[in-house]
């Protein structure tokens, strides 16, 4: 008898188990499908390094690689664009563009791209003897000082007439650094790897999400203010109130107008919004001074709230959960954003008949 219960037990809890673990997977794939995933690590390839004490690495000339179904190809520079020799041929409006992974078009086409679309409108409609480029410089990862960067020792050998940054609200950041990364995969543990693997789940991270947010709203209701910016996830504004961080962006604005003032280039910064709760958007007061920052070194600034706040940010994300790279549809009034500006402004050259 007691052998029986124990065979019967024994069942039971490799049932129960099957029955979790089946839960668990269906939960995996239905999250997946209604388009939420765990963190999104970098799945940039073909990197290289390179002797850069400001940006050590740079994308692999000609290579390609695919992932999410969705080919990614570098041209003969290093850069994910059309191929552009550095001689401007005569005739020809250059726009350079820099930026991050946004700019440099993660999940999306590079056609659908915003410098692309730009590109194409411009070509399409203008009735001028000019042809235009717009020339995509842009890395995953890496912050305005380091744009700066890029704009000196290779966006200026295409001979730009205008400069774009598409900037993103986490662009004080530190910027990312190849031989740092190798060193952190290099010493990673068993421990590192479960943890890195975890966060990939979409289950799993919802749980973890959803148990962290009810902590958060317990810390509050029980009077712990101080951890109200980490209950909304807003490590964000700490980019702005750490003087370090933000002075080093001025530094960044500071080198992109001494650079482009020798050559009487103007200057647009495009400022990309969080991806979310666009309707009573967090972040107003970040976009301000931002937008005061850029004036103060005399660039033009175009801001996409405004033109985000029609939409939900579900209609305008790459990947349902991503609040910072939109996808093709954001991409587009991203363009269309700048086309305006450079109509209304006379600042392409651009005539429509």
Known sequence: MKQLLKKNNFINY????????????LG?????FLGYYGIITSQVQNLRLVQDP?????????????????????????????????????NTFRIVVLGDSVTQGYGVNLEST?????????????????????????????????????????????????????????????????????LRVKHQNWKDRLRQFAARSSLMHWTYKMFKQLYWNFAIRFGKEEVE????????????????LWNRTLQAFRHIQQLT??????????????????????????HQQVRQAAQ???????????????????????????????????HLIASQALYQFLLNNQMAAIKID
Not at 261 to 286: A, C, G, S, T
Not at 304 to 316: F, H, M, P, V, W
């Open 14 to 25: 490799i049932l129960l188990c099957a029955s979790f673990l089946f839960a668990c997977i």
């Open 28 to 32: 995996e794939f239905l999250l997946r």
């Open 54 to 90: 400001v940006l050590d690495y740079r994308l692999v000339p000609k290579s390609s690689w695919i992932y999410n179904n969705l080919r990614y190809s570098i041209n003969q520079h290093g850069w994910r664009d059309d191929e552009h020799d550095y001689q401007k041929p005569a």
């Open 114 to 182: 915003y410098a692309k679309q730009l590109e194409e409108k411009l070509n399409a409609t203008s009735r001028t003897q000019y042809h235009y480029e717009v020339i995509i410089i842009a890395l995953e990862g890496i912050n305005t000082g380091q744009e700066a960067h890029l704009l000196e020792i290779e966006g200026l050998k295409y001979d730009p007439d205008l400069v774009i940054i598409g900037y993103v609200l986490n662009d004080p950041a530190n910027g990312n650094s190849l031989n740092q990364e190798m």
């Open 229 to 244: 910016a980490l209950a909304r996830d807003d490590y964000i504004s700490c980019f702005y109130t750490d003087s370090a």
């Open 261 to 286: 003032r020798r050559q009487n280039i103007p200057v647009i910064l495009m400022i990309f919004p969080l991806l979310h709760n666009l309707h009573d958007y967090e972040w107003k007061d970040l």
């Open 296 to 330: 103060i070194y005399h660039f033009n600034v175009i801001d996409l709230l405004e033109y985000y706040q029609a939409y939900s940010q579900n209609k305008l994300q790459v990947y349902n959960g991503d609040n910072i790279h939109p996808n093709q549809f954001g």
